[in-house]
């Protein structure tokens, strides 16, 4: 496959664009999507894939913010921290508690030159854990 | 008439991890015979066969697992195919859709546990060899429900949650699905308590 080797950790796209969603966000879309079949049939489960299925409940079962507004918050406060779209995603599915455990789940948000020391990364993981208190 | 379905898949890609959103443009093709609904029956049937095509499609290399449409972006003019006489319409839609990355680090369930290491899940993908060289200080205890256990006692056993590194995937193409290596070298990777 020309241009990208299988499974190399992703950089930004060719497009300039990267939309990468979190498992909360996947969550609120999935489930959406299984309630309207839920309406338009009488046996949702058989409408759907296996990977549809599966997916959802991974999904529900990984999403650290169950409440929709919560989950718009959460992309909305990392969004403010200069963070490429997987490095966002993967902070707010691992919810790191610590600086440090942060940096080893995103070890990219710690290269030279990027804007981010470890005052900032605290500030956003605080952030996110108020979020998780009022939800 | 011919009542077949044809793909044509090009992908604009944005490629990062996990779970994508994907704007992708298809041609969907509808025979002759359903051309004479009118505008919205034909737009229905469009759409069903969109997302029929989309479920049994299943996943691909580029993109990873299909799991939904989200929105309908566009549905083009049609175009008649000269020796069918069944008109093909291309159709722009957004969906999402899984793939797992190296160096990537997400949580799995263990669904086998084996002699030299155990089997994760993930999401659609049922296919994770987490191999006991890559399970640094955890051996193998047999038994009715065999484990990996540690020297501080920390479990890895069927349905535990486990936090892993990708080292690397595979596309199998006649099953359509992918294989993953993974690895607990590194901070904070191992069993997790749900």
């Known amino acids: 496959m020309s241009g990208e080797e299988e499974g190399k950790t ?126 | 008439m011919n009542f077949w379905l044809f793909l044509s898949l090009i992908a604009e890609m944005w490629k990062t991890e996990m779970f994508l959103k994907v704007q992708l443009p298809w041609n969907v093709i509808i025979p002759a015979e359903c051309l004479d609904a009118k505008g919205l029956m034909l737009q229905r049937s469009i759409i069903i066969r969109l997302l029929d095509a989309f479920s049994n499609k299943k996943a691909t290399q580029e993109l990873g697992y299909f799991l939904a449409v989200t929105t309908l972006e566009n549905i083009g003019e049609g175009k008649v195919r000269q020796h069918s006489g069944d008109v093909l319409f291309p159709v722009v839609f957004s969906c999402v859709t899984f793939k797992l990355f190296r160096g990537e680090i997400l949580d799995g369930v263990v669904h086998k546990v084996l002699k030299h290491g155990v089997i994760l899940r993930c999401g659609p993908v049922e296919n994770i060899y987490l191999s006991c060289q890559k399970m640094p200080d955890y051996r193998y205890v047999p038994g009715e429900n065999p484990v990996f256990l540690n020297e501080k006692l920390s479990k890895i056993e069927k349905d535990v949650v486990v936090r892993f590194i990708v080292m690397g995937t595979k596309w199998l193409e006649a099953e359509r699905e992918f294989q993953a290596l993974v690895s607990l070298e590194g901070d904070y990777l191992g069993p997790l308590s749900d």
């Open chain 1, 10 to 135: 992703p950089r930004s796209s060719k497009l300039g664009m990267a939309k990468c969603l979190m498992n909360c966000e996947v969550a609120v879309i999935l489930e959406h999507k299984y309630e309207q079949l839920q309406q338009m049939s009488d046996d949702p489960l058989n409408q759907v894939s296996q990977v549809f299925e599966k997916s959802l409940q991974y999904v529900k079962r990984f999403s650290r913010y169950k409440n929709p507004d919560a989950v718009r918050q959460v992309r909305e406060i990392l969004s403010r921290y200069q963070l490429a779209e997987f490095e966002l995603c993967v902070l707010g599915n691992l919810c790191p508690e610590t600086v440090e455990e942060a940096i080893a789940m995103v070890p990219s948000i710690k290269t030279k030159g990027r804007a981010h020391d470890d005052e900032a990364i605290e500030k956003m993981l605080n952030d996110l854990s108020l979020i998780k208190k009022f939800e």
